[in-house]
């Protein structure tokens, strides 16, 4: 059986901006809580992953390959926005592999000698997963380098002109990462991974086996209806589909009988303000700005964030990525624009366009300039 151990992981699961995304039901980041409670359901194996059917495919050739020679696998390189199942197919490598794992993130390793002690305290085979690997220090990234090409690391020894590297062996080992913003990755580092797989997010159909493969972990019954209603909230994203299938639970067994069904799937997800398209309040709060105050845009994104009465760094990173991958907001270079999906979703009338002047409203989310 695969073990897994942790290192430091001080910053590991973080969230940036002011507001942190963990207090949203339908966050797509996670806190130490949030993680415990995901443990449970996690895939141990790799045939009972769900979704992500490229990268499932071409990792188990990788690791059907290195098995069959008896040699560690090549360094895995896994991206794509969080939620999807990372840390997930990370701990799925050391299983396939029957080997030990140790777990730590970028932010934890602030220095070369913090990378060090966990390099030097791994063994033949292991999987060392670093999570948000593109927030090492520079320091690290350079031992790193080293680590994953020759499995050595160069220990200093002494200060100043007297000072001398001594060469430490290192067992053969794989290094996993997982990141959010793989274009932050420098050359250097991307390069030295031999797989990269990137996640994409889940159809409603996938999300749907992944509710009832997790309902029935949770030991309930899900009726089929529920978990379409409650895939199609989930933006597909896995993380926030359990999330919300554990809060259904919670509301059917307070406030309902029991069963877990349509019914109870849509007055659950409506007390916590999670509408059919998976929108919460702030995401709502953002388009009925957008489209009540200042008729659809353009509007510049600090004026937009002091009208919803939060920071610009908030409505940026935390409720605009999924109006502007829901086609509901376009970003122009003179600001922010709602689209007529936008207004068709919040059951407004677009206003009809100036005759000359065009409109921020589009189809697309772009601007119409004359």
Same mark, same amino acid.
């Given at each position: 059986?695969?073990? !897994?151990?942790?290192?430091?992981?001080?910053?590991?699961?973080?969230?940036?901006?002011?507001? @942190?995304?963990?207090?949203?039901i339908v966050a797509p980041s996670a806190d130490e809580i949030e993680r415990a409670a995901e443990a449970a359901l996690r895939p141990k194996r790799l045939d009972?992953? !769900?979704?992500?059917?490229?990268?499932?495919?071409?990792? *188990?050739?990788?690791?059907?390959?290195?098995?069959?020679?008896?040699?560690?696998?090549?360094?895995?390189?896994? *991206?794509?926005?969080?939620?999807?199942?990372?840390?997930?197919?990370?701990?799925?490598?050391?299983?396939?592999?029957?080997?030990?794992?140790?777990?730590?993130?970028?932010? +934890?390793?602030?220095?070369?000698?913090?990378?060090?002690?966990?390099?030097?305290?791994?063994?033949?085979?292991? &999987?060392?997963?670093?999570?948000?690997?593109?927030?090492?220090?520079?320091?690290?990234?350079?031992l790193l380098y080293v680590a994953m090409e020759d499995f050595r690391v160069d220990v200093v020894v002494g200060k100043g002109a007297g000072a001398s590297a001594?060469?430490?062996?290192?067992?053969?080992?794989?290094?996993?990462?997982?990141?959010?913003?793989?274009?932050?990755?420098?050359?250097?580092?991307?390069?030295?991974?031999?797989?990269?797989?990137?996640?994409?997010?889940?159809?409603?159909?996938?999300?749907?086996?992944?509710?009832?493969?997790?309902?029935?972990?949770?030991?309930?019954?899900?009726?089929?209806?529920? +978990?379409?209603?409650?895939?199609?909230? @989930?933006?597909?994203?896995?993380?926030?589909?359990?999330?919300?299938?554990?809060?259904?639970?919670?509301?059917?067994? &307070?406030?309902?009988?029991?069963?877990?069904?349509?019914?109870?799937?849509? *007055?659950?997800?409506?007390?916590?303000?999670?509408?059919?398209?998976?929108?919460?309040?702030?995401?709502?709060?953002?388009?009925?700005?957008?489209?009540?105050?200042?008729?659809?845009?353009?509007?510049?994104? *600090?004026?937009?964030?002091?009208?919803?009465?939060?920071?610009?760094?908030?409505?940026?990173?935390? +409720?605009?990525?999924?109006?502007?991958?829901?086609?509901? &907001?376009?970003?122009?270079?003179?600001?922010?624009?709602?689209?007529?999906?936008?207004?068709?979703?919040?059951?407004?009338?677009?206003?009809?366009?100036?005759?000359?002047?065009?409109?921020?409203?589009?189809?697309?989310?772009?601007?119409?300039?004359?």
């Amino acid at each position: 059986m695969a073990e !897994v151990s942790t290192g430091s992981t001080t910053g590991h699961g973080s969230t940036t901006g002011t507001e @942190s995304t963990g207090s949203r039901i339908v966050a797509p980041s996670a806190d130490e809580i949030e993680r415990a409670a995901e443990a449970a359901l996690r895939p141990k194996r790799l045939d009972d992953f !769900v979704g992500q059917r490229v990268v499932r495919d071409q990792l *188990s050739l990788v690791l059907q390959a290195a098995i069959a020679r008896g040699n560690p696998p090549d360094h895995v390189l896994l *991206s794509g926005p969080p939620g999807l199942g990372k840390t997930t197919l990370a701990m799925i490598i050391s299983g396939e592999l029957e080997s030990h794992m140790r777990l730590t993130s970028g932010p +934890a390793i602030q220095h070369a000698g913090d990378l060090a002690a966990v390099l030097s305290s791994l063994e033949e085979g292991d &999987v060392l997963f670093i999570d948000e690997i593109h927030r090492l220090a520079r320091p690290a990234e350079e031992l790193l380098y080293v680590a994953m090409e020759d499995f050595r690391v160069d220990v200093v020894v002494g200060k100043g002109a007297g000072a001398s590297a001594i060469p430490l062996a290192l067992p053969r080992f794989t290094v996993v990462g997982a990141t959010t913003r793989s274009g932050l990755l420098p050359a250097p580092l991307r390069d030295r991974f031999g797989f990269t797989g990137h996640m994409d997010y889940y159809s409603p159909e996938e999300l749907e086996r992944v509710i009832l493969r997790s309902a029935g972990l949770l030991g309930v019954h899900l009726e089929h209806t529920a +978990a379409q209603e409650i895939a199609g909230r @989930s933006r597909g994203t896995p993380r926030i589909a359990n999330r919300l299938l554990r809060r259904v639970r919670d509301w059917a067994q &307070v406030r309902g009988d029991g069963r877990l069904d349509l019914h109870a799937a849509k *007055s659950a997800l409506e007390v916590y303000e999670v509408d059919p398209i998976g929108l919460d309040r702030l995401d709502r709060a953002v388009l009925t700005a957008l489209c009540t105050r200042f008729g659809g845009g353009p509007v510049g994104l *600090s004026t937009l964030a002091m009208t919803v009465g939060e920071e610009a760094e908030t409505v940026e990173t935390v +409720a605009e990525p999924y109006l502007v991958r829901e086609g509901l &907001v376009g970003r122009t270079p003179r600001g922010r624009v709602a689209t007529l999906a936008a207004w068709e979703h919040l059951g407004l009338t677009p206003p009809a366009p100036t005759p000359g002047y065009g409109t921020g409203t589009t189809n697309q989310g772009t601007l119409l300039d004359p």
